[in-house]
């Protein structure tokens, strides 16, 4: 589930406890003094945080306020997820989406059922190539709106919903990885360090352990684009090679690559060597993209729907019909999958409330602009 929640700022703050639980069948709650969030983009959210939650495979919500008053960002945010259970009982299945809007800071909550490294992976790459840079643009609802897209993603491509499926193929950047001598592996990255919050953690660990989770996640970022920015040289002359511009590289790029690029599904680096008229080119993949790679021609121009075929129920699971067309080759591919059975509330949880039963240990990304 995303929770996104949108908080109005009093004179000195608010608290965990002072965040209202949004009404059932609503995902999103913007208290911010302004109201940041359009009402369109409440409605787009509502009707995500809906169509995950009848699904079964998670819930979605949105929350953001004015100021946390001073607490670390990262502990209001995991601990307003588990004071409410933002997700499904026994699949903690949740993800919340929480913004301090004046502190300028942004939180993304994995509950414990989507938190692999994969899940990991698609959470930094939302905050960094979605939520923060809506947010530097000054365009809080794109950043939102773009964020709760990638993180609905997140969950319904989770293993925790596709449990029989093969692990999926490697990012790009590992792609060259392989290729690269032992001495150009093991070049150490540039050093990185945190410091911790100024206030202490009202609840012991819970502040170190949530925020190292988010400090970790952006790390492994800044590290794979520093391994991508490093200078290369030629091993045949021993040049250093040039890396072409965006334009440039097109015209050593054959038509699927290109038709990547323009999808935003994978960026291609090109990398010249003058005296040897030789090219290197490395292929990274988005971390989250809508496309789906092609069964035919093999690159990643897909583009995919899917129709019920039978809903899941309460008793057993549902299936699907997975249809991807390609825009490079024009194949089209028809196959099946199987959708897991919904999930009855807890008795426990509150029939006013759209939460209730996830919980979280502080898996997530976290990001400030």
């Known amino acids: ?179 690269l001598s032992a001495e150009e592996f093991l070049v150490p990255p540039p050093q990185m360090s945190w410091s911790p919050p100024e206030e202490a953690s009202t609840e012991p660990g819970l502040g170190v352990f949530a925020g190292g989770a988010g400090v970790l996640g952006a790390a492994g970022l800044a590290g794979r684009a520093w391994f991508r920015r490093r200078p290369r040289k030629c091993k045949a002359c021993g040049t250093q090679r040039l890396r072409l511009g965006e334009v440039a590289d097109d015209a050593h790029l054959d038509a699927g690559q290109r038709a990547e690029e323009s999808l935003g599904s994978v960026d291609y680096d090109v990398w010249w060597c003058e005296p040897c008229a030789d090219v290197l080119t490395e292929r990274y993949g988005a971390f989250f993209t809508r496309a789906a790679r092609c069964t035919r021609c093999n690159y990643v121009t897909g583009k995919q729907s899917t129709r019920t075929l039978r809903s899941a129920t309460y008793d057993h699971g549902g299936e699907e019909e997975v249809t991807v067309r390609c825009g490079h080759c024009a194949f089209v591919s028809v196959s099946r999958r199987s959708t897991p059975r919904r999930t009855r509330p807890s008795s426990s949880s509150s029939s006013s409330s759209s939460s209730g039963g996830g919980r979280s240990s502080g898996g997530g990304s976290s990001g400030s602009w």
């Not at 939102?144 to 319904?156: F, P, T």
């Open 1 to 179: 589930m995303v929770l996104f929640c949108a908080l109005g700022t009093p004179a000195l703050g608010v608290t965990v406890a002072e965040v209202p639980r949004p009404p059932k069948g609503t995902w999103t709650v913007d208290l911010t003094a302004s109201r940041v969030l359009q009402p369109s983009v409440q409605a787009e959210l509502d009707q995500l945080g809906t169509e995950l939650d009848d699904s079964g495979l998670g819930q979605l919500m949105v929350v953001m306020v004015d100021t946390t008053s001073r607490r670390p960002s990262r502990e209001f945010a995991l601990a307003l997820f588990n004071r409410w259970g933002i997700g499904h009982p026994g699949r903690d299945d949740g993800v919340l989406l929480f913004v301090a809007y004046a502190d300028r800071k942004a939180e993304i909550i994995l509950g414990d059922g989507v938190d692999e490294p994969a899940d990991q992976e698609a959470s930094d790459a939302v905050m960094a190539q979605a939520i923060v840079p809506g947010f530097k643009r000054k365009d809080a609802n794109a950043a939102v709106q773009m964020g709760a897209r990638g993180l609905k993603q997140l969950i319904e491509n989770s293993r925790l919903n596709h449990p029989q499926d093969a692990a999926p193929e490697p990012v790009a950047g590992e792609d060259f990885v392989g290729s």
